[in-house]
């Protein structure tokens, strides 16, 4: 079939650049769109990098693990939007910064805690004690449950469940309270004497 040639009649190459640009535009458009959609669907994360490594990372005052294991920062996911991020390690002053996350972004932050002061003697030691037979190894391995002694955090599950491990803290009252995955909410008050060790039990759930 013929095509009749009254359809071209008139149309230069002005007509055909104008009608090259619009389809540019709208293709342009169409694959914003696209990928404004496929960074929607996907999940937005933070990332913090810095000393020390396995420092409490805190999204608006919700503790969500440590910052990083073995040197190595961890990625986690974030809502979209604003955020105040903190770090916090016993052994250092706290970190404060906040970020604006995009969707399917990962956000990273670079921080280097100030050191505190380092506390005179004599000292406790606290630490959690195993369910059984009890080794140099944790048995709550990779657990990254948060500790708090009188409300202020004092770093995660792992780090203080091992036959030779722990933390040395003045002698006194306190309340030690852990979110443990493994062996679910701990909450206890435990007196601490100067060169002893103040031993928690850890029970399976």
Not at 60 to 71: S, V
Not at 152 to 165: P, S, V
Request: charged share 25%; glycine share 12%.
């Amino acid at each position: 079939m013929d095509i009749p040639l009254t359809r071209w009649v008139g149309v230069g190459w002005s007509d055909i650049l104008i009608d090259m640009r619009t389809l540019t535009t709208v293709l342009a458009s169409i694959l914003m769109f696209t990928v404004a959609a496929v960074g929607a669907d996907k999940p937005s994360h933070i990332k913090a990098r810095g000393g020390p490594t396995g420092a409490g990372l805190f999204v608006d005052g919700e503790y969500i693990g440590p910052a990083g294991r073995f040197t190595v920062p961890e990625k986690y996911v974030i809502e979209p939007g604003e955020h105040e991020i903190a770090l916090r390690d016993p052994r250092y002053e706290e970190y404060v910064t906040k970020v604006t996350v995009q969707p399917g972004k990962t956000t990273k932050i670079r921080y280097k805690l100030k050191k505190l002061p380092v506390p005179q003697g004599p000292f406790g030691r606290v630490r959690f004690g195993g369910d059984g037979d009890e080794s140099w190894l944790s048995i709550t391995a990779g657990d990254t449950g948060p500790i708090y002694i009188n409300d202020k955090f004092a770093g995660f599950i792992d780090e203080l469940n091992n036959a030779r491990g722990g933390m040395l803290i003045p002698p006194g009252t306190y309340t030690i309270r852990a979110e443990s995955k493994k062996y679910g909410t701990i909450n206890q008050t435990v007196t601490v004497e100067a060169n002893k060790v103040t031993r928690i039990p850890l029970e399976k759930r």
